[in-house]
């Protein structure tokens, strides 16, 4: 009963890794896919229920509403998340551009 109890708890962090990587300071990889996940997942959920089910027009002007949100957040989630990547692989470039040509800043400033 105890070994079972302790290997359980042993496997969790791996089992829940990505839930772990969503919690650690900093933007990973995982958390983008993440919020990307969450959005689509909300855009689907909402169309399905305004497709398949049978709700009041006062009901269905909201879910119409809250679909046309969602999709413009799950554009923008997508958008920033692409701009915010493009940002960091230039920002990488730059700094290896950098560490191999040293020189050149140099004689910059001798100028």
Known sequence: ????????QAELPAGLGWVMSLLEPG????VFNF?????VLLVITVASML??????ADVAIHLKIFLGLSVVLMCLTIWFFGELQA???????????????PK???????K
């Open 1 to 8: 009963g105890m070994a079972d109890a302790s290997a359980g």
């Open 27 to 30: 933007t990973s990889p995982g």
């Open 35 to 39: 919020f990307k996940m969450v959005t």
């Open 51 to 56: 497709a398949f089910l049978d709700v009041d």
């Open 87 to 101: 940002a960091k692989n230039a920002e990488a470039a730059e700094d290896a551009a950098a560490a191999s040509a």
């Open 104 to 110: 050149k800043k140099e004689s910059k400033k001798k």
